[in-house]
């Protein structure tokens, strides 16, 4: 059984710095993209990041390009988003997603696996 579980979602500041963490059990996403998506009260779900398997290529949303970092350790199967220079739009609860191929870009449909995803609120 394939599992995802974020961690380090939390209250923060804005300007402030946050890490999430996503830790992949059950299979093995070593070549395969991974992303973070995230949903605000009452919007749909919208992408964040993406990496590929062999992390050479990332993708972000406009609004996170020079603040939010995508990267990930295939030896430890995880996959993290530095978050910094946090602003209060970015409130959601993020959630981190695996896909079968190796670059899935943006669609979420192309990513298969998903997590239960984490809080993260930041005050302004």
Same mark, same amino acid.
């Given at each position: 059984q394939v599992q995802l579980v974020e961690s380090g979602g939390g209250l923060v500041q804005a300007g402030g710095s946050l890490r999430l963490s996503c830790a992949a059990s059950g299979r093995t996403f070593s070549? !395969?993209?991974?992303?973070?998506?995230?949903?605000?009260?009452?919007? #749909?779900?919208?992408? =964040?990041?993406?990496?590929? +398997?062999?992390?050479?290529?990332?993708?972000?949303?406009?609004?996170?390009?020079?603040?939010?970092?995508?990267?990930?350790?295939?030896?430890? !199967?995880?996959?993290?988003?530095?978050?910094?220079?946090?602003?209060? #739009?970015?409130?959601? =609860?993020?959630?981190?997603? +695996?896909s079968p191929i190796p670059i899935a870009g943006t669609w979420h449909l192309n990513y298969h696996y998903w997590g239960q995803g984490t809080q993260v609120t930041v005050s302004s």
């Open positions: 070549s !395969n993209a991974m992303a973070w998506f995230r949903q605000a009260p009452g919007e #749909e779900r919208e992408f =964040v990041a993406t990496i590929s +398997g062999s992390g050479t290529s990332t993708t972000y949303v406009d609004s996170v390009k020079g603040r939010f970092t995508i990267s990930r350790d295939n030896a430890k !199967n995880t996959v993290l988003l530095q978050m910094n220079d946090m602003k209060p #739009e970015d409130t959601a =609860v993020y959630y981190c997603a +695996g």
